[in-house]
Nanobody
Framework: QVQLVESGGGLVQAGESLRLSCETSGGPTSRQFMGWFRQAPGKDREFLAAITWLGAYITHHAESVKGRFAVSRDYAKNMVYLQMNSLKPEDTAVYYC??????????????????WGQGTQVTVAS
C-alpha cells in the first residue's frame, strides 16, 4: 500500500520561497508519475507538476507555475519535492502529493492518481 506524507508548508510573505517534501512508502515505482496538486477554498483541485523516470527524470509543470515551481525526486530516498519560488498570495492553498496508477500518461488529471497525501497548508501573505 502506497503511503504519502507531505511536509514543508507554512506561512510566508509574498516573494519568498518554500520547498515541500513528500515522503513515499510502499512504492511507487520510479516510472509511476508523482504529482503535486493544490486546492484553494471553493476551487477545484489544480494540477501543478509531475515527474517520472524514463531513463532520466521527465517533468511537467502547469503553465500557471512554470518558471516559479519545480518538481524533483530522489527515488533512492523515497522523496519527492516541490520547490516554490516567488510565491504570491494566490498560491495560498492546501498542497497535495499524489502517486498515479501505473502506465497512465494522464499526469495532469487528478483522476489518474490513486494515492494522495494528507495535504500541507501553504499561506502566502501580501
Amino acid at each position: 500500500q502506497v503511503q504519502l506524507v507531505e511536509s514543508g508548508g507554512g506561512l510566508v510573505q509574498a516573494g519568498e520561497s518554500l520547498r515541500l517534501s513528500c515522503e513515499t512508502s510502499g512504492g511507487p515505482t520510479s516510472r509511476q508519475f508523482m504529482g503535486w496538486f493544490r486546492q484553494a477554498p471553493g476551487k477545484d483541485r489544480e494540477f501543478l507538476a509531475a515527474i517520472t523516470w524514463l531513463g532520466a527524470y521527465i517533468t511537467h509543470h502547469a503553465e500557471s507555475v512554470k518558471g516559479r515551481f519545480a518538481v524533483s525526486r530522489d527515488y533512492a530516498k523515497n522523496m519527492v519535492y516541490l520547490q516554490m519560488n516567488s510565491l504570491k498570495p494566490e498560491d495560498t492553498a492546501v498542497y497535495y502529493c499524489a502517486a498515479a496508477r501505473p502506465y497512465t500518461n494522464r499526469y495532469n488529471s487528478a483522476g489518474a492518481y490513486d494515492y494522495w497525501g494528507q495535504g500541507t497548508q501553504v499561506t502566502v501573505a501580501s
